[in-house]
């Protein structure tokens, strides 16, 4: 297996949200055709084939799983779980 390389610093980050899906695409530069690898927790690193170049991420659900977690948070520290140090570390 080849090692995966990441571009340098691009002048131009795309970013394009679907609202329908819930889904976060971002591109370093132009969006080009790749190959998804799925690394969990809903984040695709998508790689293009001949250079071995991380060219973007797909992000599945970062609304809808950003607001589960603040909806989490609140219910802890309603119930008195976390408290405000604890919020503080989180930021």
Same mark, same amino acid.
């Not at 998508?46 to 609140?74: A, K, Y």
């Given at each position: %297996?080849?090692?995966?390389?990441?571009?340098?610093?691009?002048?131009?980050?795309?970013?394009?949200?679907?609202?329908?899906?819930?889904?976060?695409?971002?591109?370093?530069?132009?969006?080009?055709?790749?190959?998804?690898?799925?690394?969990?927790?809903?984040?695709?690193?998508?790689?293009?084939?001949?250079?071995?170049?991380?060219?973007? +991420?797909?992000?599945?659900?970062?609304?809808?799983?950003?607001?589960?977690? %603040? +909806?989490?948070?609140?219910?802890?520290?309603?119930?008195?779980?976390?408290?405000?140090?604890?919020?503080?570390?989180?930021?």
């Amino acid at each position: %297996m080849e090692a995966i390389k990441i571009k340098e610093k691009k002048q131009k980050l795309i970013w394009d949200y679907d609202a329908e899906a819930d889904v976060l695409y971002i591109s370093f530069g132009n969006p080009v055709i790749a190959e998804g690898i799925d690394i969990g927790e809903g984040t695709i690193i998508r790689i293009d084939p001949e250079s071995h170049e991380i060219n973007g +991420l797909t992000i599945l659900n970062p609304v809808n799983r950003t607001f589960n977690i %603040m +909806l989490q948070n609140e219910k802890k520290q309603e119930a008195g779980i976390i408290g405000e140090k604890d919020e503080k570390a989180m930021e």
